[in-house]
């Protein structure tokens, strides 16, 4: 895969995956915002779109950080666990004659 194709496949996920995010946080804040509240009653309708739109890319972008980090932490754990393996691959044993010395020294 070529650095081009890479960089502009990698930035249509994100892309993707951040207009995901920030639908479902719309949602889930513009819940908040109803006629039932009477702090936002007198305010405009201009200024609400403009604080929920805010605290969404807020949200979202705090979001997407997150998932990027872990993502990149679980890459960076599969590189280092690949590159030092956790079990020996080269061992030395010890010759027989030692073997045999340390048995001559446990039983007597």
């Known amino acids: 895969m070529s650095v081009a194709l890479g960089s502009a496949l990698g930035a ?3 892309h993707h995956w951040f207009i995901h995010i920030a639908n479902k946080n719309f949602q889930l804040i ?3 915002f109803d ?3 009477r702090q936002f009653l007198l305010t405009p309708q201009a200024q609400l779109a403009e604080i929920l739109n805010k605290q969404v890319l807020m949200v979202s972008f705090k979001e997407t950080y ?3 980090v872990l993502l990149s932490l679980v890459c ?3 590189f280092v ?3 030092f393996t956790l079990s020996p ?3 030395k044993y010890p010759k027989i004659r030692t073997i045999k010395k340390m048995l001559r020294k446990e039983i007597a």
């Open 76 to 78: 960076m754990a599969f």
């Open 66 to 68: 997150g998932l990027l």
């Open 30 to 32: 513009s819940s908040s």
């Open 89 to 91: 691959i080269q061992v």
């Open 81 to 83: 666990s690949y590159r």
């Open 12 to 14: 249509a996920v994100l």
């Open 35 to 37: 006629g039932i509240n």
